[in-house]
C-alpha cells in the first residue's frame, strides 16, 4: 500500500459527536516537538488529536492547529485530567486549564485519565465531567483505563454515559471483558498503544497479512483494529509513518486474517494496572 491519504471513518459516540475513527496519540512527544508532530499529522490528513494534561504537550498541539490555518470544527480534540487533579472542584479547574493551554474554547472530548482508586476521587470528578458536559463545556466526556468496576461505579446512578473508555488494546492485549463491558453500557473502545508500541509487528499472522496485502505491519494491525469497531490513536513523531498509518483506513483484511490476528491475545499488558496504577505524577 502507498502511504497515501485516505478517508477515515466517523463513529457517533455521543449525541451528535462524531469521533474520526484514526486519530494521532501524542504521549512521549515532547513539548518542543509537540507543534511540529501534530502540524504534520494535521498535513497528512489526521482531524483527530489525543494529548492530556500528564503528557506536557497541550500548548503545541494548540499551536499546530492555530498554524494548520484549519478551522476548530475541522479536528476533534481529545485530552486528559491527570489523576493529581481529581475531585469535582480540582476536575473543573483542570478542565478549564486544559483548554487554555489548548488556546481552544472547549474540546471535543475530556476523559478521566486512570480511575486511581486508591485516592477514591474518580466518582466525583466523573460527577464534575458530566456538569461540564451538561452546562456545554466540552462536547463529549468518558474515562481511561476503566475496568468494569469502574465502569459500574459511575454508570449506576444514571446521567450522562461516559461518551469511550480508552484503553491498552493491541493483539497480544485485548483486554476482551474490559472491552465488552464497555459496549454493553453503550461506551465506544477506543485502544491506545493501538500498535502494541511495536510489539505486535513480528507476529505470524500479522506479517502474512502484510505481506498478502502489500501492507506494512502496523497498517495491518490499524486495520484489524478499524475492523473491529475501535477508535485508534496511533503515535509516529514521522512524517511518513503518520502518513502510513492513516492509510491503513483503506485496507481491508480477510475474516481468517482478523481471526487469526485475534487469536495472538496473550494478555500481556505493556502499561500500568489500572486497578494499582496511582502515580500522580502521571499528573
Ligand atoms: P503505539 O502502539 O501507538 O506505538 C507507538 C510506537 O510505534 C512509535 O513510538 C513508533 O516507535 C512505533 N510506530 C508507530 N507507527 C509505526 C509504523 N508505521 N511503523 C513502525 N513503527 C511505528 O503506542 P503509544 O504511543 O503508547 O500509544 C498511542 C497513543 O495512545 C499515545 O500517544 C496516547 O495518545 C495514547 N495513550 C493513552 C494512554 C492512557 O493511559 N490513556 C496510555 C498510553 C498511550
Same mark, same amino acid.
Given at each position: 500500500?502507498?502511504?497515501?491519504?485516505?478517508?477515515?471513518?466517523?463513529?457517533?459516540?455521543?449525541?451528535?459527536?462524531?469521533?474520526?475513527?484514526?486519530?494521532?496519540?501524542?504521549?512521549?512527544?515532547?513539548?518542543?516537538?509537540?507543534?511540529?508532530?501534530?502540524?504534520?499529522?494535521?498535513?497528512?490528513?489526521?482531524?483527530?488529536?489525543?494529548?492530556?494534561?500528564?503528557?506536557?504537550?497541550?500548548?503545541?498541539?494548540?499551536?499546530?492547529?492555530?498554524?494548520?490555518?484549519?478551522?476548530?470544527?475541522?479536528?476533534?480534540?481529545?485530552?486528559?485530567?491527570?489523576?493529581?487533579?481529581?475531585?469535582?472542584?480540582?476536575?473543573?479547574?483542570?478542565?478549564?486549564?486544559?483548554?487554555?493551554?489548548?488556546?481552544?474554547?472547549?474540546?471535543?472530548?475530556?476523559?478521566?485519565?486512570?480511575?486511581?482508586?486508591?485516592?477514591?476521587?474518580?466518582?466525583?470528578?466523573?460527577?464534575?465531567?458530566?456538569?461540564?458536559?451538561?452546562?456545554?463545556?466540552?462536547?463529549?466526556? &468518558?474515562?481511561?483505563?476503566?475496568?468494569?468496576?469502574? #465502569? *459500574? %461505579?459511575? +454508570?449506576? =446512578? $444514571?446521567?450522562?454515559?461516559?461518551? !469511550?473508555?480508552?484503553?491498552?488494546?493491541?493483539?497480544?492485549?485485548?483486554?476482551?471483558?474490559?472491552?465488552?463491558?464497555?459496549?454493553?453500557?453503550?461506551?465506544?473502545?477506543?485502544?491506545?498503544?493501538?500498535?502494541?508500541? &511495536?510489539?505486535?509487528?513480528?507476529?505470524?499472522?500479522? #506479517? *502474512? %497479512?502484510? +505481506?498478502? =496485502? $502489500?501492507?506494512?505491519?502496523?497498517? !495491518?494491525?490499524?486495520?484489524?483494529?478499524?475492523?473491529?469497531?475501535?477508535?485508534?490513536?496511533?503515535?509516529?513523531?514521522?512524517?511518513?509513518?503518520?502518513?502510513?498509518?492513516?492509510?491503513?483506513?483503506?485496507?481491508?483484511?480477510?475474516?481468517?486474517?482478523?481471526?487469526?490476528?485475534?487469536?495472538?491475545?496473550?494478555?500481556?499488558?505493556?502499561?500500568?494496572?489500572?486497578?494499582?496504577?496511582?502515580?500522580?505524577?502521571?499528573?
Amino acid at each position: 500500500m502507498t502511504a497515501e491519504t485516505t478517508d477515515v471513518e466517523t463513529i457517533e459516540i455521543a449525541q451528535g459527536v462524531h469521533i474520526p475513527q484514526i486519530g494521532l496519540g501524542v504521549f512521549q512527544v515532547p513539548a518542543d516537538e509537540a507543534q511540529r508532530v501534530v502540524e504534520d499529522g494535521l498535513s497528512a490528513g489526521y482531524r483527530h488529536v489525543d494529548t492530556a494534561a500528564a503528557y506536557v504537550n497541550e500548548a503545541g498541539v494548540g499551536a499546530a492547529l492555530r498554524a494548520s490555518g484549519l478551522n476548530r470544527d475541522d479536528v476533534f480534540l481529545t485530552s486528559k485530567l491527570r489523576n493529581g487533579d481529581q475531585g469535582y472542584e480540582q476536575t473543573r479547574r483542570a478542565y478549564a486549564d486544559s483548554v487554555e493551554r489548548l488556546g481552544i474554547e472547549s474540546l471535543d472530548l475530556y476523559l478521566i485519565h486512570w480511575p486511581y482508586p486508591s485516592a477514591g476521587l474518580f466518582e466525583e470528578s466523573w460527577r464534575a465531567l458530566q456538569d461540564l458536559a451538561a452546562e456545554g463545556a466540552v462536547r463529549a466526556v &468518558g474515562v481511561s483505563n476503566f475496568l468494569p468496576e469502574h #465502569l *459500574e %461505579a459511575i +454508570t449506576k =446512578h $444514571g446521567g450522562i454515559r461516559p461518551a !469511550v473508555n480508552q484503553i491498552e488494546l493491541h493483539p497480544t492485549f485485548q483486554q476482551p471483558a474490559v472491552a465488552s463491558a464497555s459496549r454493553a453500557l453503550g461506551v465506544a473502545v477506543q485502544a491506545y498503544s493501538p500498535l502494541g508500541q &511495536g510489539a505486535d509487528f513480528s507476529a505470524k499472522p500479522v #506479517l *502474512e %497479512a502484510a +505481506t498478502a =496485502h $502489500g501492507a506494512s505491519p502496523a497498517q !495491518v494491525i490499524l486495520a484489524w483494529h478499524l475492523a473491529l469497531g475501535h477508535i485508534v490513536i496511533p503515535k509516529s513523531s514521522r512524517p511518513d509513518r503518520l502518513a502510513e498509518n492513516l492509510a491503513s483506513a483503506g485496507l481491508r483484511l480477510t475474516q481468517a486474517e482478523i481471526d487469526a490476528i485475534t487469536a495472538l491475545d496473550s494478555n500481556e499488558r505493556i502499561g500500568g494496572d489500572p486497578a494499582t496504577f496511582s502515580l500522580t505524577q502521571m499528573r
